[in-house]
Every structure is written in C-alpha cells, then in structure tokens.
C-alpha cells in the first residue's frame, strides 16, 4: 500500500504563518494607513495654517504698529481688535463653519452642485447677522464706559471702532468662501492670496502710519482695505472658472430652505462664539486689575501670541472637519474614526514644541510688541500660563472639529456654556477677587474650564458609534436638500434628487 503525502494549496500559505510574521504584516499596514492619511490631512492642514496665519497676522501687525504709537493706542487697538473684533469674528466664524458640516458630507457624498447653494445661503445668513450686530461697533465707547472701562481708553476705543466697520463686512463673505474652497481641497489659494494680502498689509500699514504719520485710526482702517483685497480675489476665483463642478452661479435656490440652514448655521455660531469668546473676555476684564493698562497691554500680547499659534490648531481644526466630513458624507464612518486618531496625535506634537518654545523664550517674545519693560515684565510672569494654554488647545480644536465634521454643533453648545461659563470663568474670578491672585488667577480657572470641556469631547468621541453617524450624514444631506449617489449598471456615479 502506497502512503499519500497530503499537500497544500498555495492559498493556504497565509494560514500557517508565524505570529511575528502577522504582527509585522499588520504594522505595516497601519503605518501605510497613517502616513495615507497624514498625507490628506497635511493637504488641507498645511495650506490652512499658512493662510490662517497670514490672515491673523494682518490683526497682529496693526497692534504691533499701534502698540509703538503708545501704551493708550495699544490698549485701545488691542480691545478694538480682540475683544470687539474677536467678539464677532467667533459669532461669524461658527455660523460659517455650518458649510463645513454640509459641504464637507455633500463633497464626500460626491453632490458637488449643492456646494455652491450651501455659500450662497451662508452669505445671506452672516449678512443678515451682521446688521444684527453693527450697533456694537457705532455704541462701542458708551458701553465701554458703561462696563467701567477708563474714559480715555474708551473714547478712543470707540473712534477706532467705527473706521474697522469694512473689516466686519469683509468677515461676512470672506470667511463662508474660504469653507466652501477648504471642503473642496483648494486650500492652496486661500493660502497665496492670504499671504499677498499681508505683504500689502505690511507696506500699506507703514506708509499711511508710519511715513504718511496718519496714526491709529489709520491702522485700523488699512486692516479692512487688506481684508477687502483678500475677498476680492477669491471671489474672483470662485467665480471666474475655480471651481466649474461647484459653482454655477447665484441662483434662487439659496433662499429655499434658509430656516433650517439657519438654525444650524446659529447652533455651529454658539458653539464656536463660546469658543473664541471665552478667552478674550480676559482682555475685557483685565481692564478691572489695578493698573488696568499695564495688565491689559500684557494680556493682549499674550492673547496674540496664543492666537498666532493657535491659527495652528485651527488648521488642523478645519482639516479634521472637512476629513471626518468627507468621510462621514461617504459612508466611511471607521476612516473617519482614524481621521480623527491621526489628526490629535499630529496637532498635539505640534503644541508641545510651542509649549517648550514658550517656556524657552518667556522673557523675549513681548519685545515683538513694546519696548516698555514693565510691559514686557508683567508677560514674563504669565508666560506659564500661556504655555499651558497653548498645549491644551493643540487638542480642544480638533475635538471641536470632529463635532462640526460630525454635525453635533448643537450639543457641544451646552457643554462650553457649562464648562466655560459656569465653571472655568467663575473659578477665575474667585481665584483673582478672593484669594488675590488678580489677571493669572482669572487665566488660571478658565483653563480649568478648557480642561473640563476637552475631557468631556474626547470621551463623546472615543464612545461615539461611526457607523451611526454616517448614517445621520445620509439623512442630514437629504434635509437639506442634497441628492443620492447611485450606482448605475455600468459602474459610474448617477445623481437623482432625494
């Protein structure tokens, strides 16, 4: 009797490899799947912080030039800019990041015609909210003095008001186009048309302040004429053959549909305001320290080297939104998971090298704003703080992102209201009132407040089920008035109204 010698197909090879083989197999795959999707990420990421930056940067430069007029010009400039400006800049930016949402999940669900509509909707629902809040900035000096601010800083607070008016429209139509372009992967002219609007900011500002010694309502009129000069050209981009899938110009359809486009438009504005408001009412009460200018001039050199660097952040802000967007609108909801992953870990390496930068340059970095070393003393001691401002908000951001990618504005909403504004700014007046510890102690209880809202987003995220919001990304695109994609038998993509 013959013996038979069993053999194996070469199918089955796999199934007998050795543990080490698989664990090296599997590394490597997971390390293809980061650096495929740092490299989708870095495309939205890296544009966006260059043009962030530059755009910030215009802000920064006119408080710089004011701050060189005089101690009163920058205290006046710095309110005018990061409280009154900031104030509704978050207001308009949250409304706005409503289009991350819906043009993100649209691009991702490959519904291109409906990116253009959702812009259009977005400009009527920031202008209209603009007119809203105009009287602030023609009431600026009374409410001022009536918050207790000094009469001199706020008279001239008010004057400088008025002449940034054109920025506040600028806001309006500016920052929805640059969402419509960034769901789109076109972050690269938002960031050349950024950078040249501040190489014009910079020789415009010099001339008319410095050469021309027109002083500082003509800083603050310059920031419009540069913010304006930016607008210009994306619009001219949009509109003149950038984005032929996208764009097919205005049409009537904007005006369908704007109830439910605003009310996601004022919960994404809510959650963001809080956001962006929460730190520069430091500014505002900074103005009740003893020796209020000093402290305020301080804290705005602070609050603008944390805003420089943040635009950071926020670049990987909008990057994950537009990700998870992408990926959500698709039906991916595991990539968008991985997205996420690969974005926190990124951003957080980045705050920890500004964080040891911070520490490492705590008495320099003032000397970009003022040569007054009692100034330049009072940011020395609150240089820790401001570093650990900067590390905490290189993950806050991106949590934040996930929610505006994922739709969830509304419930992230109640969170930094309780967070930010019963928990971390009443600590901060307590600590500065009660136990004396004046602007550091304020600094220090909203960062308590920052901690908890972060602990709170991360752990909705790392608990949150993907597969279901891919699904809700599906019916909220059908809500507002989006199309199926479907397969049709020869394998291409057909469109039909939902």
């Known amino acids: 009797m ?4 069993e ?3 070469l199918l089955l090879e796999p199934e007998i490899r050795s543990n080490e083989e698989r664990e090296e197999e599997e590394e490597g795959n997971l390390i293809g799947k980061v650096k495929d999707e740092s490299k989708k990420l ?7 912080i260059f043009c962030r930056i530059a755009m910030y940067s215009t802000n920064v430069v006119t408080i710089a030039f004011s701050g060189h007029l005089g101690n009163v010009e920058l205290a006046a400039m710095s309110i005018a800019n990061t409280v009154l400006v900031g104030f509704n800049f978050g207001l308009l930016l949250g409304m706005a990041s409503a289009l991350e949402t819906l043009c993100g999940q649209a691009f991702g669900a490959r519904q291109y015609s409906m990116l253009g509509i959702y812009l259009q909707r977005s400009w009527i629902v920031l202008f209209l909210c603009s007119l809203l809040s105009l009287p602030i900035y023609i009431f600026t ?5 009536l918050a207790g601010l000094t009469d001199e800083i706020a008279t001239l607070t008010g004057t400088v008001a ?3 008016i054109p920025q506040h429209f ?3 139509f500016q920052l929805p186009i640059n969402r419509f372009l960034q769901c789109q992967k076109k972050n690269a002219v938002t960031a050349w048309t950024g950078g040249f609007a501040l190489v ?4 415009i500002s010099w001339l008319f302040v410095y050469k021309l010694d027109l002083g500082l309502f003509a800083a603050a009129l310059m920031t419009g004429v540069s913010w304006w000069l930016n607008l210009v050209l994306l619009f001219a981009y949009t509109t003149c053959g950038g984005c032929p899938l996208s764009w097919a110009g205005f049409s009537w359809e904007a005006f369908s549909g704007l109830w439910e486009f605003i009310k996601l438009s004022v919960a994404s504005g809510i959650m963001l305001c809080l956001e962006n408001w929460y730190y520069r009412l430091l500014i505002l009460l900074a103005g009740y320290m003893k020796n209020a200018e000093i402290a305020v001039d301080a804290l705005s050199i602070c609050m ?4 420089w660097q943040l635009m950071i952040p926020f670049a990987f802000f909008a990057a994950t939104g537009v990700r998870v967007a992408n990926e959500l609108g698709a039906g991916n909801g595991k990539a968008a998971k991985f997205a996420t992953i690969v974005a926190v870990v990124t951003s957080m390496v980045i705050g920890a090298i500004f964080f040891a930068l911070i520490l490492g340059f705590h008495d320099k970095f003032a000397l970009i704003f003022t040569s007054n070393e009692i100034v330049i003393k009072a940011v020395d001691k609150l240089s820790i703080l401001l570093a650990v401002t900067i590390l905490l908000n290189s993950v806050q951001p991106i949590l934040s992102g996930v929610a505006v990618g994922s739709g969830w504005q509304a419930h992230v909403a109640y969170i930094n209201i309780g967070c930010y504004y019963f928990i971390g700014l009443p600590a901060g007046i307590i600590l500065a009132i009660l136990f004396n510890f004046g602007v550091a102690g304020i600094w220090s209880g909203m960062i308590g407040g920052t901690l908890i809202q972060t602990l709170i987003l991360a752990i909705i995220t790392i608990r949150c089920n993907w597969d279901m919001e891919a699904e809700k990304a599906r019916i909220r695109l059908d809500k507002y008035g989006g199309h199926h994609v479907l397969e049709v038998s020869d394998g291409s993509k057909d469109s039909t109204v939902s």
Not at 141 to 145: A, Q
Not at 200 to 203: M, N, Q
Request: charged share 10%; net charge positive; no cysteine.
């Open 7 to 9: 053999t194996f197909p």
């Open 304 to 307: 603008n080297i944390n805003g």
């Open 170 to 172: 600028a806001l309006v």
């Open 42 to 48: 870095w495309q939205i990421a890296g544009p966006a």
């Open 162 to 164: 008025i002449w940034i």
């Open 200 to 203: 014009v900011h910079l020789f």
């Open 141 to 145: 000096t009374p409410i001022l003095k």
């Open 2 to 5: 013959v013996e038979r010698k």
